[in-house]
């Protein structure tokens, strides 16, 4: 069922492997976003592995991102790579700094995830890795924040009709849904609090939870995404939302005759001199 679907998947997910190497297309971007949203599932493929070579007893000790952090960290960042060498590239090609910018918010992920792990392997709750990771996870999260509402969803525009919002909208009969979007991604770009030592549920309860969360949010983020991307091309011409029939052709009658009163007129004064 679905071939087509399934190949257009296929196609386009093994071309996030050239990234860096090729023109950037909205699909190679808009997918790789996607995978950004998976670092749960990516970073879990190791413990997978582990637990099928190195047996059920043991695993949980031996396998645990505390002595194994450099394969967790590395199938967790991938995806940002990915994101990162896209971006470089997309720079190069129409040297627009914006891009350089979204190129930070990646490298910035990777560094807040090289901050985790590390602080998972320390195995001290609180201590000069804890504050490192604290800190770059603000930093992070409020990265991620600005760039999710400024550019990927371009709202907080002046003189809109709804504040917050910008003037264009699709969804015009989900307004509050707009609302809805904004305040839950922002507070589940802080979804990193629940690592926080000082709450009672489990770690791999909270991990859970959070990798949850967080795909939730990239399925409403893609909405407002699609939809910003939709008005830019309309914006620009590349598609057209509808053609203004019928053409004003009485107008075109009244500027034509203008036209030739104005003629006359030259002919005129040039026969009087």
Not at 82 to 109: C, D, E, W
Not at 202 to 216: D, Q, W
Request: net charge neutral; glycine share 6%.
């Amino acid at each position: 069922l679905w071939s087509r679907s399934r190949w257009w998947f296929l196609k386009n997910f093994a071309k996030l492997g050239t990234s860096g190497f090729r023109t950037v297309e909205f699909t190679d971007f808009w997918l790789g976003d996607q995978l950004c949203s998976l670092v749960y599932s990516f970073s879990n493929l190791y413990f997978i592995g582990c637990l099928y070579t190195r047996y059920f007893p043991n695993a949980w000790t031996t396998c645990g991102s505390e002595n194994n952090w450099r394969p967790y960290f590395v199938l967790a960042t991938l995806p940002f790579m990915v994101r990162f060498l896209q971006s470089l590239r997309r720079y190069g090609g129409s040297k627009l700094p914006t891009h350089l910018i979204n190129a930070g918010k990646y490298g910035m992920g990777i560094v807040y995830y090289l901050c985790y792990f590390l602080w998972r392997r320390d195995g001290r709750l609180l201590g000069g890795t804890f504050t490192l990771w604290c800190l770059s996870a603000i930093v992070y999260a409020l990265y991620g924040c600005a760039w999710d509402f400024l550019m990927d969803w371009s709202i907080f525009k002046p003189h809109a009709k709804y504040p917050l919002l910008r003037r264009e909208l699709v969804y015009t009969s989900q307004i509050p849904l707009y609302y809805f979007a904004l305040v839950s991604n922002f507070a589940i770009r802080f979804i990193w609090t629940f690592y926080i030592p000082s709450m009672s549920a489990s770690f791999g309860l909270r991990t859970f939870i959070a990798g949850f969360l967080e795909m939730l949010r990239r399925i409403v983020w893609n909405f407002y995404r699609l939809e910003n991307e939709h008005l830019g091309n309309m914006d620009q011409y590349r598609i057209t939302h509808e053609v203004p029939l019928p053409y004003p052709v009485g107008n075109l009658h009244s500027n034509e005759d203008d036209d030739e009163d104005e003629e006359d007129c030259e002919n005129a004064d040039q026969a009087a001199s």
